[in-house]
């Protein structure tokens, strides 16, 4: 069964500070991950999306790296925010000879909280 | 100014009622699709659309139906027979689920209550 699993579940950081969230996956096979960011009450924000041939991807203060050895990734945010306070989502896509299947698995999520 | 809107932002529903959320994009894509946000869960995919008149049942459609009779259209209408239907849906479109790097771009959602 395809999973994508989080962690930490939450996290509570000063503003200014740096943090990283994972992800890690058992989605076979294998076409592309992405994290999306959703502010409370709604729609997700798509941050990054890597393939298999990609190892890291950088948005802003976002920063995503993938190894598909191990299937993990992480989310890397640098001197955070007070708007950077959401969920984090990791999302996986199966897929195979450079097409996506289309079906999504989502992790559950990471929730961020940035104190001044 | 391109996006997907989603009607209404809240909806309180009786039991044994029928309701239908609405979902509409303007960006020209192909795809569309419904998810259930519960929370501490990840979204799951009720139902999705790959062209106007086709769609085919997610992992939950049990107690949903949709329909897709415009390219810019997909509304969802939970029924009486889904048994827990208090939830967050998303709506979500994208150029093509073929796509590899497709990225799929989601509404503001619709908060359904069960009284």
């Known amino acids: 069964k395809n999973q994508v699993e989080q962690s930490p579940q939450s996290l509570i950081i000063l503003e200014g500070k740096n943090c990283t969230l994972q992800c890690n996956y058992t989605v076979s096979p294998f076409s592309n991950l992405r994290w999306y960011k959703q502010d409370t009450g709604r729609g997700p924000v798509s941050l990054t999306i890597?393939?298999?041939?990609?190892n890291t991807k950088s948005n802003g203060r976002y920063t995503a790296t993938l190894d598909a050895d191990t299937k993990q990734s992480s989310l890397h945010i640098t001197a955070s925010q007070l708007s950077d306070s959401a969920s984090y989502i990791c999302?996986?896509?199966?897929?195979?000879?450079?097409?996506?299947?289309?079906?999504?698995?989502f992790g559950q999520g990471t929730i961020l909280t940035v104190h001044p | 100014d391109g996006g997907i809107t989603q009607s209404p932002k809240y909806l309180f529903r009786k039991e044994g009622q029928n309701v239908t959320l609405s979902c509409e994009q303007n960006l020209n894509h192909d795809a569309m699709y419904w998810y259930r946000q519960d929370p501490g869960q990840g979204l799951r995919l009720i139902y999705y659309s790959q062209i106007v008149n086709d769609f085919q049942k997610g992992d939950i459609a049990e107690g949903y139906s949709v329909s897709r009779e415009k390219k810019e259209s997909f509304p969802l209408t939970v029924t009486s027979a889904q048994k827990n239907p208090t939830a967050f849906y998303l709506c979500a479109s994208s150029i093509a689920v073929w796509k590899i790097t497709d990225t799929q771009y989601f509404g503001p959602g619709t908060r359904l209550t069960v009284l």
């Open positions: 999302v996986v896509s199966a897929g195979a000879g450079g097409t996506s299947y289309g079906k999504l698995t």
């Open positions: 890597m393939t298999f041939s990609e």
